[in-house]
């Protein structure tokens, strides 16, 4: 399909897209193009294949106005859109970037600046309050909004010290990972330094860039995979309970999480920003090892047994029936 024939097909369906518009669009790699040859003398021309739902897709993420639009190839990529990979490459470099330069920032902040950085996370804890109705409080509610800001601030904080472990020292201490992970789960002392030493050592964010510098498309599309098989995994255990924060441990952690990352998972590219941080981090071994072993019909048939018996423990607890 030729630039003018997709223009036309777009506005007769409503989409309003601009010659300039599509020329954006695909300057940030949002929309794939093909070069066909015209001849020995005739040049070439662009072809837009498979490119108006994709165009539809963007539109939509457009009219959210919730990112940059740029950012809107990680949705796509998500969504199994084709997208300019190379370009979906530089916009992970620039995260990477822009994630080193803030880790420097709360860092120094951290070492040299603690009371600035205790009033900047008293703010922020003070903001994340849900917004509070009209009159006077009861002394219950001003308690309990205490200690949602209290526990607000211990959380910012470990995560700040959490990143200046990452930037200062290149690992992250057993101290700070005890507390982290201690925060959301139920761990034996045992368990956590059998943890530690198997997932940490030497992380170096300079290592990190360079890893997301020399990757291939081939790695964006086990990337992908992943994604995929994550979220099949993780869908059928929210669709075992009505609501994703009834989920034993995870699901307020869940929750929590993307509260912090601003929205839901599925058109939130920040979320999947790390998703392919992490990731392209893996070797090309452990990212098909992990590939099988979700894709495994056993595997699956264990998590199935999983949810089910997760749902059966928590219905217990609540006394609520369940069908066997």
């Known amino acids: 399909m030729r630039r003018n024939q997709l223009l036309d097909l777009a506005n007769a369906q409503g989409l309003e897209v601009s010659s300039n518009m599509l020329r954006r669009y695909v300057q940030y790699g949002l929309i794939v193009t093909k070069r066909i040859g015209k001849g020995p003398k005739g040049g070439v021309s662009a072809e837009y294949p498979d490119s108006l739902e994709a165009l539809k897709e963007v539109k939509r993420l457009s009219e959210l106005g919730d990112f940059k639009q740029s950012d809107s190839i990680f949705i796509l990529f998500s969504k199994g859109y084709p997208v300019q990979w190379d370009k979906l490459k530089e916009q992970m470099i620039d995260y990477i970037k822009e994630l080193i330069r803030h880790f420097n920032v709360i860092s120094n902040l ?10 900047i996370v008293e703010d922020l804890a003070e903001k994340s309050i849900p917004i509070k109705k009209p009159g006077r409080p009861s002394k219950r509610k001003v308690v309990a909004e205490k200690e949602y800001m209290k526990r607000q601030m211990e959380q910012m904080l470990l995560i700040t010290k959490l990143i200046t472990d990452l930037t200062k020292q290149n690992t992250i201490t057993f101290q700070t990972f ?12 045992t368990d956590l330094e059998k943890m530690y030493q198997q997932s940490f050592g ?3 964010l300079k290592a990190m860039m360079n890893i997301i ?12 995979v992943l994604m995929n098989s994550v979220k099949r995994y993780w869908n059928e255990l929210k669709s075992t309970f009505s609501n994703a924060n009834e989920i034993p441990i995870i699901g307020v952690f869940i929750e929590e999480l993307l509260r912090i990352f601003d929205g839901k998972s599925s058109d939130n590219p920040n979320v999947i ?4 941080f992490i990731t392209l981090f893996f070797t090309q071994e452990k990212r098909t090892q992990l590939i099988l072993f979700l894709s495994s019909p056993e595997t699956m048939k264990t998590w199935h047994e999983f949810c089910r018996q997760l749902y059966c423990a928590y219905s217990t607890q609540i006394g609520k029936e369940v069908n066997p």
């Open 110 to 119: 951290s070492s040299n600046n603690h009371d600035k950085l205790i009033g």
């Open 273 to 276: 920003k790390v998703f392919l």
């Open 178 to 189: 005890t507390s982290f992970i201690t925060q959301f789960s139920f761990q034996s002392q």
């Open 202 to 204: 030497k992380i170096d």
């Open 213 to 224: 510098q020399v990757s291939k498309e081939k790695d964006y599309a086990e990337c992908l």
